[in-house]
C-alpha cells in the first residue's frame, strides 16, 4: 500500500491568487510557511521556515479567496503532485505543489469576533432582510474553563 498524505498548519505568505479554467472552474493558488525549532549541539536555540505552494479547486478555492488573507493561520490536509512543463526557452520546468483536500481556518491574531465565522453548512445564519452586525453577540458554545487548579491525584485514570 502507497500514502501520500500532507497535514500542515502555517501562515499565509500571500493573498490567494484565483483564476478560472476554461470549464469555469476556479484554482487558487496559495503560499504557506511553517517553522521548525531546534537546539543543536551546543544547545543554542535553532529555527528554519519552508514555504509550500499549495493548490485549491472548485467552491475550496473560492472560500480560500474570499476569506483568507495574508498571515492568516490555516490547517491543511493535501496531496503532493508534480507537474511539469516546457519553458519558452525550451528547459523542462518543475513545480513540487500541496493540492488540497481539505482545510480549517486557524485563529485570527487579534481574536475572532462573531460576524467573522464561517458556517460550513453554506448558510450565513442571517435571514432575509437582516443585515449582518459587526461585533454582534454569536450562537456560538463557550467552553467554561474552572478557575481552581486541577489536581492530577483527582482524576480517575
Known sequence: MYLNK????GNLTRDPEIKALPSGSKVASISLATN?????????????TEYHNLVSFGRQAENLAQYA???????????IQTRSWD?????KNYR????IDTF????????????????????????DGEA???????DLDTIEYPDEEIN??????
Open 36 to 48: 521548525r525549532v531546534w537546539k543543536d549541539q551546543a544547545g543554542a536555540r535553532q529555527e528554519a
Open 87 to 91: 519553458g519558452q526557452d525550451g528547459k
Open 69 to 79: 488573507r495574508k498571515g492568516s493561520s490555516l490547517f491543511v490536509e493535501g496531496r
Open 96 to 99: 513540487t505543489e500541496i493540492i
Open 104 to 127: 480549517q481556518f486557524g485563529p485570527k491574531a487579534g481574536g475572532f469576533a462573531a460576524s467573522d465565522a464561517v458556517r460550513p453548512t453554506g448558510g450565513s445564519g442571517i435571514s
Open 6 to 9: 500532507v497535514f500542515l498548519i
Open 132 to 138: 449582518p452586525q459587526k461585533g454582534a453577540p454569536a
Open 152 to 157: 492530577l491525584e483527582d482524576i480517575p485514570f
